[in-house]
């Protein structure tokens, strides 16, 4: 019985691409307790990155969502308070929903993953995070009045974070998509390996 070596030392522990991109993905969300513009969130970037990458739409859908939450249980655990109230309030739906819709959006990028179509899936996913959770703020904090004029003011409010958005869904949009390529070319298996 003969026994042939691995190409590269790192090959045999990566024997399974899902739980690759689960620990990417994991872990993206996990930056979030650590110190941070407003904003500058991993959330959209891990959310294009799992519809790209997992093959088994429900889990490109599912993971994102599930590491957001651990994310967010996390927080809840370390400052307690408004964290600690998110999960009842109608805003969390708004985000896990955006971030279920973007990751259907990285659907786009399957086989398609280049520099120019990961930053223009990365603004567009900015610009829809943006519309969709402000217009949920319009809808539900009583300052902004049900009009068009409320709408415009609570677009206008979140503009000074929306900066911060499009600049974490880069950044963490090329930490993600970078990284699993260079991952890639390290370890062969990933290569052909889907998830």
């Known amino acids: 019985m003969t026994h042939t070596a691995s190409k590269s030392p790192l090959g045999h522990l990566f024997t399974a691409g899902p739980l690759v991109l689960l ?36 889990w490109a859908v599912l993971v994102p969502v599930l590491a957001l939450a651990i994310s967010d249980l996390v927080l809840a655990r370390i400052h307690g308070g408004l964290y600690a109230t998110w999960f009842s309030s109608t ?7 955006a971030t279920a819709a973007i990751a259907m959006m990285g659907f786009g990028l399957r086989g398609r993953v280049g520099g120019a179509s990961v930053l ?46 499009v600049l974490g869904t880069l950044a963490y949009a090329a930490a993600l998509f970078g990284g699993f390529e260079l991952l890639r070319r390290q370890v062969p298996a990933l290569r052909t390996q889907t998830a």
């Open 91 to 97: 805003g969390v739906w708004l985000v896990y929903g």
């Open 23 to 58: 620990a990417l993905i994991v872990v993206a969300a996990l930056t979030r307790v650590l110190p941070h513009p407003p904003n500058f969130s991993p959330v959209a970037a891990l959310a294009l990155f799992g519809g790209a990458y997992f093959l088994n739409r429900r």
């Open 120 to 165: 223009g899936y990365s603004l567009g996913a900015s610009v829809f995070f943006f519309l969709v959770t402000n217009a949920g703020a319009w809808l539900v904090d009583p300052v902004y009045p049900k009009t068009a004029a409320g709408l415009a003011m609570a677009y206008t409010a979140g503009l000074p974070f929306f900066q911060w958005t």
